[in-house]
T-cell receptor, first 112, second 112 residues
Framework: KQEVTQIPAALSVPEGENLVLNCSFT??????LQWFRQDPGKGLTSLLL?????REQTSGRLNASLDKSSGRSTLYIAASQPGDSATYLC???????????FGTGTLLAVQP | NAGVTQTPKFQVLKTGQSMTLQCAQD?????MYWYRQDPGMGLRLIYY???????DKGEVPNGYNVSRLNKREFSLRLESAAPSQTSVYFC???????????FGSGTRLTVV
């Protein structure tokens, strides 16, 4: 059974700091991995999608990497801002389940 | 650019009442999904529809039924609501080949 773990569960940083969020998964036979952002009381906004054949994807200050063989992904946020405060979720699709399986998220607080 | 639209946004039910959560997408996506999100449990798949005319159970299907009315619409029905079904419900969709999930903004359901 695919399990997705995100570390840390919560993170507080001062504004301007670069930071890394981690995601690990137990079944490396995935088709893709997606990072989402969720603001309190809101839905999920897709940030980045990495296909299994890719190593990384970039969008603005965000960079996501994928190491499928080791079952790991990282989301790098450069020059963090208070507006980046949210819960960040990673999810993998594929493997035995062929469904999107979510991690429990990292709650990020960027202090002004 | 509506994306995935869910109605209603909020609902309070009494135990034993029934209701249907509506979801519609305008992106011509093939697959649609219903998730529930609970504190400490993350997002869990209730039911999904890989294509029009098909539905399958996810992780937590008990107490729910679904209907894929057409390619655009996928509804979730609670026949006899229970307090354990208090949750936030999200609908999502993906195109053929799953180039990323798009989520609706959610329905916050309370069963008293």
């Amino acid at each position: 059974k695919q399990e997705v773990t995100q570390i840390p569960a919560a993170l507080s940083v001062p504004e301007g700091e670069n930071l890394v969020l981690n995601c690990s998964f137990t079944d490396s036979a995935i088709y893709n991995l997606q990072w989402f952002r969720q603001d309190p009381g809101k839905g999920l906004t897709s940030l980045l999608l990495i296909q299994s054949s890719q190593r990384e994807q970039t969008s603005g200050r965000l960079n996501a990497s994928l190491d499928k063989s080791s079952g790991r992904s990282t989301l790098y946020i450069a020059a963090s801002q208070p507006g980046d405060s949210a819960t960040y979720l990673c999810a993998v699709w594929g493997g035995a389940t062929n469904k999107l399986i979510f991690g429990t998220g990292t709650l990020l607080a960027v202090q002004p | 650019n509506a994306g995935v639209t869910q109605t209603p946004k909020f609902q309070v039910l009494k135990t034993g009442q029934s209701m249907t959560l509506q979801c519609a997408q305008d992106m011509n996506h093939n697959s649609m999904y219903w998730y529930r999100q609970d504190p400490g449990m993350g997002l869990r798949l209730i039911y999904y529809s890989a294509s029009e005319g098909t539905t399958d159970k996810g992780e937590v299907p008990n107490g729910y039924n679904v209907s894929r009315l057409n390619k655009r619409e996928f509804s979730l029905r609670l026949e006899s609501a229970a307090p354990s079904q208090t949750s936030v419900y999200f609908c999502a969709s993906t195109p053929v080949g799953n180039y990323g999930y798009t989520f609706g903004s959610g329905t916050r359901l309370t069963v008293v």
